[in-house]
């Protein structure tokens, strides 16, 4: 066999174990435990040919499969996933490739879900979609996230926009989640900042972003840093997504920085995540008066390792980072 002969075969495998990831997310939501250990153990390939066969102990992942894909092929839906990518710009990374976040490997090793949603399923995704033309590894080497209420106040969203601006401002990427209140304010903040970078971590297809009110938003996070889902292009964000994308935006950052939080809301639940990871967990405390400041106060009652921060400076001593 010839040198070039090798070649083509090295790439020829490495399509395949990528094809492979985008059909086995699409017939489990990235994070499932039991689809995560096969690929761990035969390989993204074996692990698609297994499942699409019915060969797994897992009867509940055998009968979901089944359902899954009643009608409709896995392979098939990879493929037009995968053209729907490229048609809107959007590039896949596996953790085969350089720009791979290896922060995301302590998702396989800490027990995330007992504060962070309560699923047993928190594994590395098998892939990630990326939009933007920064290395993904590169964004997250220094980055904070910043996440809070949809339903922000005046109050919350002046703190988060003058955090985010003083972070950007220091050489940090603040990462979000893309929605309306905090999320958005900390990436508009960021963007205010000459060469301020942000990322949002979002729930669903790259394609169509959500929410569609902040479509002008997210062409200028595609254009200052990245947009990021575990979910293939055509994929809605369900409700549940957005519970699975916090241990995303938990596990590539140095630490999590909750602005404002109803009791028992996604953003609790995502600090959960932090805490879970053994990541800094910081809260910036609010009126006694607000509800969107209970469950920022409830969790600083109950957690021992949730942390009271009022400056940017409070942030980079938590995460261990000089305040400069």
């Known amino acids: 066999m010839t040198q070039h002969d090798i070649a083509q075969t090295s790439r020829s495998a490495a399509d395949a174990d990528r094809f492979a990831r985008v059909a086995l997310t699409w017939l489990a939501d990235p994070g499932n435990s039991s689809v995560w250990s096969m690929v761990q153990q035969s390989g993204a390939i074996a692990t698609l040919d297994q499942l699409l066969a019915g060969d797994i102990a897992d009867a509940d992942r055998r009968a979901a499969v089944a359902a899954r894909t009643r009608g409709v092929d896995a392979r098939r839906a ?6 729907r990518a490229d048609r809107s710009g959007i590039r896949l990374v596996t953790p085969s490739d350089s720009e791979w976040p290896t922060s995301l490997d302590d998702l396989a090793t800490t027990q995330v ?17 990326v939009r933007g033309d920064w290395s993904l590894s590169d964004a997250f080497t220094r980055s904070v996230a910043i996440v809070g209420a949809r339903a922000a106040t005046s109050y919350s969203i002046r703190i988060t926009t003058d955090f ?12 979000s989640g893309g929605a309306y209140g905090i999320d958005a304010a900390a990436h508009r903040g960021t963007l205010t900042v000459e060469g301020g ?6 729930a ?8 569609t009110g902040n ?22 964000p369900l409700r549940h997504r957005f ?17 404002e939080a109803a009791p028992r809301s996604g953003t609790s639940r995502m600090l959960g995540c932090a805490i879970d990871l053994i990541r800094p967990a910081m809260i910036v405390p609010g009126p006694i008066t607000s509800v969107l400041s209970q469950g920022c106060h409830a969790l ?22 000089p305040a400069v």
């Open 204 to 211: 669903g297809g790259l394609d169509r972003p959500s929410p």
């Open 113 to 129: 879900g007992t504060l962070g949603g309560g699923r047993r399923d928190a594994m590395p995704p098998l892939c990630l979609w």
């Open 215 to 236: 479509a002008a938003l997210f062409d200028l996070i595609a254009n200052r840093g990245l947009l990021v889902s575990e979910w293939p292009a055509g994929a809605e």
């Open 300 to 321: 600083l009652r109950r957690h021992p390792a949730t942390r009271v921060v009022t400056s940017v400076d409070d942030v980079l001593e938590d995460i261990g980072q």
């Open 243 to 259: 519970l699975l994308r916090n241990r995303i935006i938990a596990a590539v950052t140095a630490g999590t920085v909750v602005v």
């Open 164 to 175: 985010a601006s003083d972070l950007a401002d220091r050489g940090w990427t603040v990462t």
């Open 78 to 83: 990879a493929e037009i996933a995968m053209r």
């Open 197 to 202: 970078r942000t990322v949002a971590v979002l």
